[in-house]
């Protein structure tokens, strides 16, 4: 179940993950004309009728995107696509990040994740704060 051809892809995020909130907030302010990336809560509607139920389980519960062809990108890996799409200097960035192995970026990933509501807190609110120009980029 891809999404058509210009449409933004999806970033599915840990609506009550602080850290989760940051990364969207970064990702909002390099893809400026929001052409790049839309973005949903885990706990949304969105990720409901996006993701089949029986994909669920497997998935991590921090950062996931959901590409225009259907697939489902996780951990490091997502992150190092968002990067390469966000282009200039975040491209060369995502590059060095890929010469990495990713079992090793993925250890990593898993580490901030396992301790990311102690470092950088919890949220009750499933969508970080933006403008109101940038909240039609959010789906429920």
Do not use: N
């Not at 990720?47 to 994909?55: G, H, K, M, N, T």
């Not at 696509?81 to 990593?108: C, E, M, N, Q, T």
């Not at 950088?120 to 120009?133: E, N, T």
């Amino acid at each position: 179940m891809g999404k058509p051809a210009g449409q933004p892809e999806l970033v599915f995020y840990d609506g009550h993950c602080a850290l989760c909130h940051r990364s969207v907030k970064f990702i909002l302010k390099h893809d400026r004309t929001g052409e790049h990336f839309h973005f949903a809560p885990l706990q949304g509607a969105t990720f409901a009728s996006s993701v089949a139920p029986e994909r669920r389980p497997e998935l991590p519960d921090s950062v996931i995107l959901l590409t225009r062809d259907g697939s489902l990108l996780t951990r490091s890996e997502a992150f190092v696509y968002i990067l390469r799409r966000l282009g200039g200097g975040w491209k060369v960035l995502a590059s060095v990040f890929a010469l990495i192995p990713r079992g090793l970026r993925d250890h990593a990933y898993d580490f901030v994740a396992r301790i990311r509501y102690r470092v950088f807190g919890k949220r009750d609110a499933l969508c970080p704060i933006v403008p109101p120009d940038l909240r039609a980029r959010f789906e429920p």
